[in-house]
């Protein structure tokens, strides 16, 4: 197979192309769904008849669903074709062949991977899927834990159940240690100790579980705790902090609202100009944090932003992390929220391919990210599986507990049942099996996949291009240098306020043109402002607004560099944008 043909077996394909070999493969999906009924407890009667089936009236009930399904069909007619390349709203594209096989074949076993009961091939398949995300990002495979969540959101829940479940152990000795008279209570550091020293002031003081449990925030009421804090200590507990990049992706603000921190207490890191987060700003908030006695609940850094793509200097993020470690004992939790750009990962797995797309800072980021505690992967997104299907991972046992307050020291793992370590009760594997065999087949960590996702940062690059050449009212935000594409429409004036109103208008003609499906975004500049006047100086724009309202292309669709059918979108692209940018002037 010729290099340029690696992905096409992989996608349906924009007008079908690879209909009779689907066709096929879900008539022996079928087909073993019926054998292995029948195969099993052969000495049971039927229990429907071929005289029932035969009933006039039986038919008549079939025909209803018949009815109904062609009705539900054309109600699907309607959908947004997310298939096509011309679908560069958000990050969703055509789903991969074997992920949608994958997805189907296990739906019509319907495992829930809540126990072990009800899914004896659905949690093994679970494992190892885990395996192969385990694989792309870098994890040590013996020490590894996760699994499969409903998405980017509630992964990143699971992130912060974790961090939550360490810090109230570290504080709930802390206090007892303080009630005790064994140690002075310095807040922020306690909070951070590590298992180590909470292992070892365990054995010191020959501490039994129970009587640090009537210290802990989660497991009573947490109003009471705080005054007993107050109480002991002669001064209040303001409650831990988050620190996230300035661009907050709204699971964030939502996790600290459910978790009950307050939304207040997610402190947003200043980004750079190249929108991502600035370290030494990060540095600057973790001292601010200490000056105040918030214990720091993590550090979140994010591969893939979700505005414009950008990837965190995840390295330089945990390196300034590892130096609080060794010179200060602070073991600060790290999470990385790889919900988007997680998949990238695949880029420096096959350097020769990745080399042609990635930074310098972009290849030391994803190989960094395996040294952080845990990571947030959305498989329904550059892992082009069917929703929902996110995934969290986490680097050691240690990193996973969770279930409950009973000494996670004592038995590690304290894992009963997958039940009782996941956020979400019942939960499908029809997103671990899409990705199981989207792995075993296409390969995460493989030529082609690496391939597909360097063909998406081309495109985007190709689109820089373009509107440099074809489209001169239009200017794009720098550096975007992964697969998200941002622009706005500059006008006349050369005052953000009017391009602002220019870009809106743009955006809602080419939503009711449909010819291309983009997406909007409009960045603040209490967190943007570097970006934004960065932005703005390329064509002497003058800032007359708080935020910039932008125009955004998600690149995933696998088609754009196929030759043909990619400088065909590309021109008609271009004469779209320059129809609607003439008509209204
Ligand atoms: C998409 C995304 C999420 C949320 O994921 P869902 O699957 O939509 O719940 C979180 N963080 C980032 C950076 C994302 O891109």
Redesign the pocket.
């Known amino acids: 197979m010729s290099k340029n043909h690696c992905v096409e077996p992989y996608f349906l394909g924009p007008k079908s192309e690879n209909e009779y070999w689907v066709r096929k493969e879900i008539q022996n999906i079928l087909d073993h769904w019926f054998q292995w009924r029948k195969s099993l407890f052969t000495d049971d009667p039927a229990a429907i008849s071929t005289k029932l089936i035969e009933d006039p009236k039986y038919l008549e009930k079939q025909q209803q669903i018949s009815t109904g399904l062609e009705e539900l069909s054309t109600l699907l007619k309607s959908e947004t074709p997310k298939y096509t390349p011309r679908y560069i709203g958000h990050?969703i594209s055509e789903v991969s062949l074997p992920a949608f096989l994958g997805h189907i074949s296990v739906l019509l076993h319907n495992p829930n991977n809540t126990s072990y009961d009800s899914s004896k091939a659905g949690l093994l398949i679970e494992n190892q899927a885990i395996g192969f995300l385990t694989d792309l990002v870098g994890y040590d495979k013996n020490e590894v834990q996760g699994h499969f969540?409903?998405?980017?959101?509630?992964?990143?829940f699971e992130a912060i159940w974790r961090a939550r479940f360490r810090l109230d152990h570290f504080l709930s000795l802390a206090l007892y240690l303080h009630s005790k008279g064994h140690k002075e209570l310095d807040v922020f550091s306690d909070c951070t100790m590590g298992w180590d020293q909470f292992d070892h002031y365990i054995k010191t003081y020959s501490i039994v579980p129970d009587e640090i449990k009537n210290y802990s925030f989660a497991a009573n009421n947490p109003y009471k705790m705080a005054e007993l804090y107050y109480k002991q200590t002669g001064t209040s507990y303001k409650g831990p902090v988050m620190l996230v990049p300035g661009n907050k992706?709204?699971?964030?603000i939502k996790g600290c609202n459910i978790f009950g921190f307050g939304e207040s207490s997610l402190w947003g890191v200043p980004l750079d100009v190249n929108g991502r987060m600035d370290v030494q700003a990060l540095e600057d908030l973790i001292n601010k944090a200490q000056m105040e006695n918030r214990p720091i609940l993590m550090v979140v850094s994010?591969?893939?932003?979700?505005e414009t793509g950008e990837i965190d200097p995840v390295h330089e993020v945990q390196d300034l992390l590892d130096k609080l470690k060794s010179d200060r004992g602070l073991h600060i939790w790290h999470h990385i929220?790889?919900?988007?750009?997680g998949f990238m990962c695949s880029l420096i797995r096959q350097p020769e391919i990745g080399d042609q797309v990635l930074t310098e800072l972009q290849k030391k980021s994803f190989a960094a990210i395996n040294r952080a505690h845990s990571i947030?992967l959305?498989p329904?997104?550059l892992g082009y599986i069917p929703?929902?299907?996110?995934a969290f991972l986490s680097k050691d046992k240690m990193s996973y507990s969770v279930p409950d307050f009973l000494a996670p020291y004592l038995d590690r793992p304290n894992i009963k049942s997958p039940w009782s370590s996941t956020i979400e009760g019942s939960r499908s594997a029809s997103g671990a099996a899409a990705t199981w065999l989207t792995a075993k087949t296409f390969g995460f960590t493989s030529e082609s996949f690496a391939k597909l996702l360097s063909d998406t940062f081309k495109t985007c690059r190709d689109f820089k291009i373009l509107i440099d050449e074809q489209l001169p009212e239009l200017v794009y935000l720098e550096p975007g240098s992964t697969n998200i594409l941002c622009f706005n429409a500059k006008g006349e004036s050369l005052k953000l306020s009017q391009s602002n109103e220019l870009t809106e208008a743009l955006f809602n003609q080419l939503v009711s043109s449909t010819q291309f499906s983009v997406s909007k975004t409009v960045l603040h500049t209490s967190n943007y402002s570097l970006s934004i006047q960065r932005h703005l100086d390329k064509y002497e724009g003058i800032k007359d607004d708080e935020q910039m309202t932008l125009i955004r292309c998600v690149f995933m669709n696998p088609f754009w560099q196929n030759s043909k059918l990619g400088s065909h979108l590309k021109s008609d692209f271009v004469r779209v944008i320059k129809d609607i940018l003439n008509e209204s002037a």
């Open positions: 990050m969540t409903s998405g980017g959101t509630v992964a990143n992706h709204f699971s964030w994010v591969t893939g932003t979700t929220d790889a919900a988007y750009g947030t959305d329904h997104k929703y929902s299907c996110g």
